[in-house]
Every structure is written in structure tokens, then in C-alpha cells.
């Protein structure tokens, strides 16, 4: 008996997932199409959500702050690493691609901290939309370009 409720569990569970791979692509648009619906639904929820947990969240975050900032570091890294996949993955002048050096460089010479400024994740976007806007440069030839423009901490100095 019990051998039969194992099996059926497996199957079950084996089921599921086939189901979720199946309609994982229809399950996300559907998620995404209700997020969108229902934005200021969500936001009150959450906002409700943490006036009510305030004090419980806070004592987490606390707890978890090392690790938190830990993952925050690694999400940046990641998504420092897709952007520069995706403008090329080396520098455009010299074709140098250790990503430890490379930067992602503004066109126009205005990107200075946009990184930061914006967060990595808008950033990303950002740079999805504009990639004409961006490029990758390593240190080197970054900051030959800044001297060659005479940028200097990012901003172009006006003559
Ligand atoms: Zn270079």
C-alpha cells in the first residue's frame, strides 16, 4: 500500500513538472499580463504587507544583512556580465576581454556612474533599448579616450 502511495506521489510530482515545463512560457506571460493588471493592486498589497510585517522584515534584514549584501554583490556582478555579453564582450579598440577591466563606457562621455545611479537592473534595461548609446571599453583605452576628450571623473570638460 504504502509502495503504491510512493509511486503515485512520484508520478504525480513527475507530472507536475512536465506540466510546468510545458506551460512554464504560458504561466509567465500569464504572470506578467496580471502584474500588469493589477500594478496598484500588488503595490498596496506590499505596502500593506510590509506596514503590517514592519518590525518582523526589519529584525530579517538585520539578521541577514551580510548575506544580503552578499547577494545583492553577486546580482550585480551577474548583471555586469550580461551587459558586457551582450555589447560584444571586448573592448572595442583593442579587443582586450577580461571582464575585470572592461567598462561600459557612454558614448557621449555622460555615463559616469549610471551603473550606480540607476541601479544594475535599469541600468541593464537601459542599455538594452540604447545599445547604440554604449560601449565596451578596457581600462586602458577608457581612459586614453577620457584624456583624448578631456574627460576628466566622467564629465566632459567644456572649453
Ligand atoms: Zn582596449
Redesign the pocket.
Known amino acids: 500500500m504504502i509502495n503504491i502511495v510512493i509511486k503515485l506521489n512520484r508520478n504525480k510530482k513527475e507530472y507536475l513538472k512536465q506540466y510546468y515545463l510545458q506551460h512554464k512560457e504560458k504561466q509567465i506571460q500569464l504572470n506578467k499580463k496580471y502584474r500588469e493588471q493589477h500594478k496598484e493592486q500588488i503595490k498596496e498589497y506590499h505596502k500593506k504587507y510590509y506596514r503590517e510585517h514592519k518590525e518582523k522584515i526589519n529584525e530579517y534584514y538585520k539578521e541577514h544583512k551580510e548575506q544580503h549584501k552578499k547577494s545583492q554583490k553577486r546580482y550585480v556582478l551577474k548583471t555586469r556580465l550580461n551587459i558586457i555579453e551582450f555589447l560584444g564582450g571586448k ?6 576581454s577580461d571582464y575585470r577591466a572592461l567598462q561600459i563606457d557612454h558614448i557621449n562621455g555622460h555615463g559616469c556612474n549610471e551603473f550606480a545611479r540607476l541601479g544594475a537592473r535599469k541600468f541593464y534595461k537601459k542599455v538594452k533599448e540604447h545599445p547604440e548609446l554604449y560601449q565596451l ?6 581612459w586614453i579616450k577620457r584624456y583624448e576628450n578631456k574627460e576628466v571623473g566622467g564629465r566632459k570638460i567644456e572649453k
Request: hydrophobic fraction near 35%.
Open positions: 573592448c572595442i579598440y583593442c579587443g582586450f571599453l578596457c581600462a586602458n583605452c577608457n
